[in-house]
């Protein structure tokens, strides 16, 4: 089966070759045409100056028989006129050197001829010598022009043969080439066609070879390849989807395996973060009941157990997000608008460290299909991590921006960065580079961002600061409110 790249070379191959065909067909038609054109109209001249020179021949002759006859002055003079007529007409239709000398010739002879026609005095006497002075001087010339232009038919006649006869030769040549062509191409855009398919045979033996040894291999013989090659691509395509449902099956498997896996992760967590909470509890119990008469806990010991199981519940709330987070609420939101409430709500925390937040917006909204609590919540968690980061002051610059159909927002501060031991890992669950921290955090911030169809990344920046990014699909700019417009 070609590849549609193929095809189009294979297209264009025979397009051009047929193209070429047809225009050199056009071109020996259009040449032909006017070869033809050209030849009819010498031809034609031809014979009109041939049809002027019997004429003017005819008319001499008759001179002559009216001037040793005895004919009236009418009707030589009537002759005359005729004679001049076929004498202009002879000029005009005169176009080559030979034919022209000769008209010439003839002109002078009839122009010295109507002189002494003019100035005769013996009429009979006179006549007699006019018409041998038209004999010798005239009449030849008058003869040889007739001739002349009666050779130039037979060659005009010639020359239509031999064109016709090269045309014929050429059109003859045009077929037979193109046959021939046409032959070679078909024959070796059957080889390539041949060679593609061996090529195709031996990936089709090496494929079924990777997936089932039992797969037999193609065998490519003299007739029926393309039967024996589908009916193998049948087979291999049985047997793909067979190793595909496998594949997926084990994808399901090893999906659960590391669900298990993060379940006891999150176990462990648990245990872990709860442990130090329950034993402060369990001390201070433990205190109050010591003597014969328990003397109770005291008010500074309630607090203590109080922050305890707060801690503890927040913990829980933690891990709660991270295995099973929120079904989250989309609608058309202005991505501007929850940039702006989240950093309002660290802007108090922000003046007590003395941290500069810079907010870079664009002008007009940024609508997006996003649940605006979810994406807040990611926004205050970048934020407040980057509080964490600057404990005695600093910056922090909030850019949003429109690239291409996404949005893009840029959350950097001027700390100290991250360790570069947490940051191939920085996404990973229980992996923090706080004293206090649960590692849980960043991990379902990237889960809550990808869920929206978008990405998340956070880097150190040269000279010290991290920067953390992410992306979410933007919608086309629309002039409809948008939902929690400002």
């Not at 193929?6 to 050199?24: E, N, Q, R, V």
């Not at 028989?65 to 007529?85: C, K």
């Not at 702006?340 to 003395?354: C, H, N, P, S, Y």
């Amino acid at each position: 089966m070609l590849s549609r790249r193929a095809d189009l070379k294979l297209f264009l191959t025979l397009g051009g070759f047929c193209l070429l065909l047809f225009l050199a067909s056009i071109s020996a038609a259009l040449f032909l045409n006017e070869m033809h054109r050209k030849i009819t109209r010498v031809l034609n001249e031809n014979v009109r100056s041939t049809k002027a020179a019997e004429q003017l021949e005819a008319d001499i002759r008759d001179l002559v028989r009216l001037l040793r006859a005895p004919a009236s002055p009418q009707e030589i003079e009537s002759v005359n006129d005729s004679t001049r007529g076929k004498l202009a007409e002879a000029q005009d239709l005169a176009n080559h050197e030979e034919e022209e000398i000769l008209v010439r010739r003839i002109s002078a002879g009839l122009h010295e001829y109507f002189e002494n026609w003019a100035k005769r005095s013996d009429p009979d006497h006179s006549n007699g010598e006019l018409a041998t002075q038209l004999e010798r001087s005239v009449l030849p010339q008058c003869v040889n022009l007739r001739k002349y232009n009666m050779d130039q038919i037979v060659q005009s006649e010639q020359d239509n043969q031999t064109m016709v006869n090269k045309l014929l030769w050429g059109i003859v040549a045009i077929g037979v080439g193109g046959s021939f062509f046409g032959l070679v191409l078909g024959y070796n855009m059957a080889r390539r066609l041949k060679h593609s398919i061996a090529q195709l045979s031996i990936s089709i033996r090496d494929a079924a070879g990777k997936l089932n040894r039992e797969l037999g291999s193609v065998t490519l013989k003299e007739e029926g390849d393309l039967p024996a090659l589908q009916l193998q691509m049948h087979g291999l395509i049985q047997e793909i989807s067979r190793t595909v449902e496998q594949l997926q099956q084990r994808e399901h498997e090893i999906l659960r395996a590391e669900q298990l896996s993060a379940v006891g992760q999150i176990a462990a967590g648990v245990a872990h973060e709860l442990r130090n909470p329950l034993t402060a509890i369990k001390m201070l119990v433990q205190t109050g009941l010591e003597g014969q008469t328990p003397s109770g806990l005291a008010a500074e010991e309630l607090t203590v157990i109080e922050q305890s199981i707060r801690r503890m519940e927040q913990y829980i709330q933690i891990f709660l997000d991270f295995a099973r987070p929120p079904r989250a609420e989309r609608r058309r939101t202005d991505l501007v608008d929850v940039v702006r409430r989240a950093v309002a709500l660290v802007e108090g925390r922000a003046r007590r460290q003395k941290v500069d937040v810079s907010v870079h917006v664009p002008d007009d909204p940024l609508p997006a299909c996003l649940d605006p609590e979810q994406i807040q919540q990611v926004l205050v968690n970048v934020l407040i991590n980057a509080l964490d980061a600057q404990p005695r002051g600093g910056t922090i610059d909030v850019e949003v921006s429109r690239v291409d159909k996404r949005a893009v927002v840029r959350i950097s501060d001027c700390g100290p960065g991250l360790p570069s031991e947490v940051m191939d890992r920085l996404f990973e669950p229980f992996v923090t580079s706080k004293p206090d921290g649960v590692g849980l955090g960043l991990s379902i911030c990237k889960r809550l961002v990808e869920a929206h169809g978008g990405s998340m990344r956070i880097d150190n920046v040269p000279g010290g600061g991290a920067v953390a990014v992410f992306t979410l699909p933007a919608e086309e700019a629309a002039h409809a409110a948008v939902v929690g417009s400002r």
